[in-house]
């Protein structure tokens, strides 16, 4: 079958419906991944889906391919993509498929595929798997699989609330759930959890994404919601991705706060139980994340960008907590170490209901370096790697220091710079972070004047 290379991405499978991803994709998929599954040894694999327009539809072709091998769904129906990961905990089946374009456009969709292992299938494996579908090789079954529905919600909420109790401190808490999957459950679960005082934006799960694009990342979406927060004097602002994933928190003063300082925050507490812990940063992080995790007595490293790599970084190193930028944020602590939303709602919430501080008052005492927004460059999927490739060897021809372990971040007297290709789309990242607005600008023209020379 003739698919499109395109889709197949660092972490997971991912394109544009229907000129990239179809039924007849879904269909495919299904009956290659069940094939592998059954080679395995499997039976089962977990099915779940969030609110994009298609997923339904592709949910239906999908099941069709992996009941054709022989193999039953286990239907979570529509939910949170930390719900797949959940279900296999629980439920001790270990493949699984999550149908969700994460945050990308509405006109995308694709597959997060988890296999034998622990975590999610990336990288080569993916790569892998597409080559085994273009020959097509699928094996056939005269006894068809079935569906089998299992609602996970119960389940799930109660997992989480039952063993993360919040303090005395009544807290207004203002959450968006940016019209994505999170829109379902957030209600139940914030009641379940004991806040008495919530309010929720963008609650109605709507794959049109009406209100704002579904990337809290992206400060540019979430004006609204900061302004929001102000005007009823709100404690904490949380917001969700499309497949609530990823949790950006927002503080009194409706300031976003990334996943780096979401990470100085849960470090500082979590160091008192684990002095000495190894601790991993992504290459997107703040310097102030790196230079406190030195002051509190923790061991910082940088890593690459990319849940699939840092959760197989917890696994390897048997990591107590992680996280990333964006806002990806892992809990092997008293959790299953994968990225859930949810659970990291619970754990933050949990901190400032349990101290009379004001959330802009748990980052006390990092430095406050000026940062940019993260940029997207448009390039292509076949160009992108090798850009930032050349731009990596350009900087070091310059004399500057190069943490070349995703991309570049160059180093600088008084900032760094990051350029780095996305895996998730046909993009290159930058950014930049300095001791002075002045000096950031100037380090965000070298950068951009660099990519340039090699994209042209």
């Given at each position: 079958?003739?698919?499109?290379?395109?889709?197949?991405?660092?972490?997971?499978?991912?394109?544009?419906?229907?000129?990239?991803?179809?039924?007849?994709?879904?269909?495919?998929?299904?009956?290659?991944?069940?094939?592998?599954?059954?080679?395995?040894?499997?039976?089962?694999?977990?099915?779940?889906?969030?609110?994009?327009?298609?997923?339904?539809?592709?949910?239906?072709?999908?099941?069709?391919?992996?009941?054709?091998?022989?193999?039953?769904?286990?239907?979570?129906?529509?939910?949170?993509?930390?719900?797949?990961?959940?279900?296999?905990?629980?439920?001790?089946?270990?493949?699984?498929?999550?149908?969700?374009?994460?945050?990308?456009?509405?006109?995308?969709?694709?597959?997060?595929?988890?296999?034998?292992?622990?975590?999610?299938?990336?990288?080569?494996?993916?790569?892998?798997?597409?080559?085994?579908?273009?020959?097509?090789?699928?094996?056939?079954?005269?006894?068809?699989?079935?569906?089998?529905?299992?609602?996970?919600?119960?389940?799930?909420?109660?997992?989480?609330?039952?063993?993360?109790?919040?303090?005395?401190?009544?807290?207004?808490?203002?959450?968006?759930?940016?019209?994505?999957?999170?829109?379902?459950?957030?209600?139940?679960?914030?009641?379940?959890?004991?806040?008495?005082?919530?309010?929720?934006?963008?609650?109605?799960?709507?794959?049109?994404?009406?209100?704002?694009?579904?990337?809290?990342?992206?400060?540019?979406?979430?004006?609204?919601?900061?302004?929001?927060?102000?005007?009823?004097?709100?404690?904490?602002?949380?917001?969700?991705?499309?497949?609530?994933?990823?949790?950006?928190?927002?503080?009194?003063?409706?300031?976003?706060?990334?996943?780096?300082?979401?990470?100085?925050?849960?470090?500082?507490?979590?160091?008192?139980?684990?002095?000495?812990?190894?601790?991993?940063?992504?290459?997107?992080?703040?310097?102030?994340?790196?230079?406190?995790?030195?002051?509190?007595?923790?061991?910082?490293?940088?890593?690459?960008?990319?849940?699939?790599?840092?959760?197989?970084?917890?696994?390897?190193?048997?990591l107590v907590f992680a996280g990333e930028y964006a806002g990806h944020i892992y809990f092997n602590d008293e959790y299953f170490g994968f990225d859930d939303s949810f659970y990291s709602t619970a754990r933050i919430l949990k901190i400032l209901s349990n101290t009379d501080k004001k959330y802009s008052e748990l980052l006390d005492g990092i430095t406050r370096y000026i940062g940019t927004p993260e940029k997207i460059v448009k390039v292509t999927d076949e160009t992108k790697f090798?850009?930032?490739?050349?731009?990596?060897?350009?900087?070091?021809?310059?004399?500057?220091?190069?943490?070349?372990?995703?991309?570049?971040?160059?180093?600088?007297?008084?900032?760094?710079?990051?350029?780095?290709?996305?895996?998730?789309?046909?993009?290159?990242?930058?950014?930049?972070?300095?001791?002075?607005?002045?000096?950031?600008?100037?380090?965000?023209?070298?950068?951009?004047?660099?990519?340039?020379?090699?994209?042209?």
């Amino acid at each position: 079958m003739d698919i499109s290379k395109n889709i197949f991405r660092g972490y997971d499978i991912r394109g544009i419906v229907p000129e990239e991803i179809d039924e007849n994709v879904a269909l495919a998929i299904g009956k290659g991944f069940a094939t592998l599954m059954k080679r395995e040894g499997n039976s089962s694999i977990i099915v779940g889906r969030d609110a994009r327009l298609s997923g339904d539809s592709l949910f239906k072709a999908l099941c069709e391919g992996i009941n054709s091998i022989g193999m039953d769904v286990i239907d979570i129906g529509h939910c949170m993509t930390p719900m797949t990961y959940f279900a296999r905990e629980i439920l001790n089946i270990k493949p699984s498929i999550m149908i969700t374009a994460s945050h990308n456009p509405k006109e995308y969709n694709g597959f997060k595929m988890c296999g034998m292992g622990k975590d999610t299938i990336y990288g080569e494996e993916i790569q892998e798997f597409r080559r085994f579908l273009e020959k097509g090789e699928f094996d056939e079954s005269k006894e068809k699989g079935k569906v089998i529905e299992h609602n996970l919600r119960e389940e799930y909420i109660s997992y989480i609330v039952d063993r993360v109790k919040l303090g005395n401190r009544d807290l207004k808490v203002a959450v968006d759930c940016g019209s994505g999957a999170a829109g379902w459950f957030a209600r139940e679960f914030l009641e379940r959890l004991g806040v008495k005082n919530f309010l929720i934006e963008c609650e109605t799960p709507d794959g049109n994404f009406p209100i704002h694009h579904p990337d809290p990342s992206q400060e540019k979406h979430m004006l609204a919601f900061e302004e929001f927060i102000r005007e009823n004097k709100c404690d904490i602002g949380i917001a969700y991705d499309g497949d609530a994933d990823r949790i950006i928190c927002f503080d009194e003063n409706g300031r976003i706060n990334f996943g780096d300082e979401f990470m100085i925050i849960i470090w500082r507490d979590l160091i008192k139980k684990y002095p000495g812990a190894d601790a991993i940063l992504d290459v997107k992080c703040t310097q102030s994340l790196y230079e406190d995790l030195e002051r509190i007595g923790a061991k910082p490293r940088f890593v690459k960008v990319g849940s699939s790599l840092i959760k197989a970084d917890i696994r390897k190193n048997n990591l107590v907590f992680a996280g990333e930028y964006a806002g990806h944020i892992y809990f092997n602590d008293e959790y299953f170490g994968f990225d859930d939303s949810f659970y990291s709602t619970a754990r933050i919430l949990k901190i400032l209901s349990n101290t009379d501080k004001k959330y802009s008052e748990l980052l006390d005492g990092i430095t406050r370096y000026i940062g940019t927004p993260e940029k997207i460059v448009k390039v292509t999927d076949e160009t992108k790697f090798e850009i930032v490739e050349k731009c990596v060897n350009c900087f070091k021809e310059k004399g500057y220091k190069v943490i070349d372990i995703d991309g570049a971040r160059v180093i600088y007297d008084g900032g760094w710079g990051l350029v780095r290709a996305s895996n998730t789309g046909p993009n290159l990242t930058i950014k930049a972070e300095a001791v002075t607005e002045e000096k950031c600008t100037e380090i965000m023209s070298e950068i951009e004047e660099t990519i340039n020379q090699f994209s042209k």
